[in-house]
């Protein structure tokens, strides 16, 4: 299913929607934090989707436990270096890894550019510790409004020189795409990428939006663009890549089975998609678990399932040098 000789990429997944529910339960105790329940066994409904939720937002609140106990900027590293390890067992072997800082800082109060070093410092180490390569991406989290999300983005660029991208994430019906214009254009003068969630929970118009407005170079998810013929066309001549999410597509509600992801007709219109997990603990999956879906309940076959690993590489944020060399060191595995 996975091609041996081709680098497995995982270019969506947020660093703060995977943080293992052991750590969750761990640093509650440690920090003297209240959780619902007395065992651990009976915690993790409240943690992982069970099945699906019923909409975008009922699946976004289970990502809360694993913010609120980081009580210090040790714990942020700790997961950060946690979320390395968890890349290394998982057989990926480059990710872009996207956070919330104001997300993650919210509950404590802690100062969220020493958040966004503290990420940086646990990345740096797990990569490192397990050999694995990833960079960062900045999230600004429209759920918590204009202002907020401007204070996360002046958090961010402070380090701008350890990040990739920016990306816009949370509530896209509540907080649409325009409202945040002038924050991607700051993006664009720090000459940091842009990838955008659109068309999960909304249209086809957010895509656009996302692309005109915010000059989005890769999409998060995108499922709606299908509605759009003209959107394929723009999104296949402009080399717009979907990251898509399958078992996140599903558990969002936003497909109401796997079976019924447009995926096919991507490919058809020659748009590149690649294959990713979004929010791994919380869904309760992995990346080789979404290409065997691709497989099983959507018929891809072996070229094509090839394809999309080259997809992954080819819209990484990273220099056409660096795709060469994780494609050199991965054949001189084998
Ligand atoms: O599938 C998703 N769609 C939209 N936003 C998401 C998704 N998963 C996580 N976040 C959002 O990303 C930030 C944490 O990295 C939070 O704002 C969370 O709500
Ligand atoms: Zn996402």
Redesign the pocket.
Known sequence: MICETLPLIDLHR?L??NIRPDTIWDLAQQNGIDLPVEHFNDFIPHVRIQDKASD?MEF?VK?DWGVNVLSSLEDCKRVAFENVEDLSLAGIDYAEL???PY?MAMKHNLPTADVVAAVIEGVKQGCEEFGVKANLIG?L?R?FGLEKCQHELDSLLVHKDHLVAIDL??D?LGKPANLFEDQFKQVANAGLNVTI?AG?AAGPESVWHAIKLLKAQRIGHGVKSYEDKHLLDYLAENNITLETCLT?NYQ?GTIDRISDHPIHTFLEHGVKVCLNT??PAVEGIELKHEYTLAKQQLGLTTQQLQDIQLNALNAAFISDSEKQTLLTEKSAKI
């Open positions: 947020h703060d929607g975008l976004l990502l996207r956070f919330s997300y999230i989290s759920t994430a949370g896209e969630h999960e996140s969002t979004d929010d």
